[in-house]
């Protein structure tokens, strides 16, 4: 980890230590959530500073703009007409997670890697089959296309551990990345439609949903951070490929 990474790493931490201290102190709702969307903004603008030398990374970046805005919209920072901002959220959150596959995701899959997609399509079967008798409207097909979608963004991002494209330190923090994400919202999904947690969900849920959201999307900046990312044809890193000649 180079040191601009480790910069933004404690950057963030201290951030979500805000957002977490501001939630147990009991601050009002309404500042929790400005400091929430400061946050998540906090990540995209370091994304869009940052110099990128792959495709990959400025996908991740757009990801990370789009999940941003859902953030506003969950946070109800920024209305939405006729009181959808639940609806416009979670189209802001699709999308991002179509990014980030489209940037994970290389080649055809072989037969045993499809496998890797077991414990995130059995895990949010789970959610939607508990969630069932709580969804209503359009929420009955939105959410399990959600589920859906983020299912194959966390399946995308395991099958770069089996594949030699990304430097390991990459692969695991997509890996990593894109599964804690996958919990995050899977616990949102809780936070939002089972009664049991409405209007006041339990503590520990709040503070795992933004540790876990926090923690899932840095990592997936550390990616857009890294100044190596991927191997050369040749086998050699980005980074030397692109090094000029004579220079040690």
Known sequence: ???????????VCALTAVVVGALVAGVPTG??????????????VIAASVRMLHREQRL???????????DLFLSRVLPAP??????AGMACFLAAYVFLTVALLRGRP???EALLVIPFLGSGTAVVWVL?????????????IFLLVITMMAWSAATTLVRTYFIPRVRWWAAIGAAVIFASDAAVAFEMFHPPFSPQPPMA????????????WLLMLLIVCDPVLRFAADGATTAEAVEPEGRS
């Open 1 to 11: 980890m180079g040191r601009t990474q480790r910069i933004v790493v404690v950057g």
């Open 31 to 44: 500042v929790v959530r400005i400091l929430d969307v400061i946050n998540s903004a906090t990540l995209f």
């Open 60 to 70: 991740i970046m757009a990801a990370l703009g789009i999940s941003a805005l859902g």
């Open 82 to 87: 006729g009181g959808g901002a639940s609806m």
């Open 110 to 112: 072989g037969p045993w």
């Open 132 to 144: 069932k008798d709580d969804l209503t409207g359009v929420f009955l097909l939105a959410v399990p």
């Open 205 to 216: 849920l709040q503070l795992f949903v933004r540790a876990s959201y926090i923690a899932g």
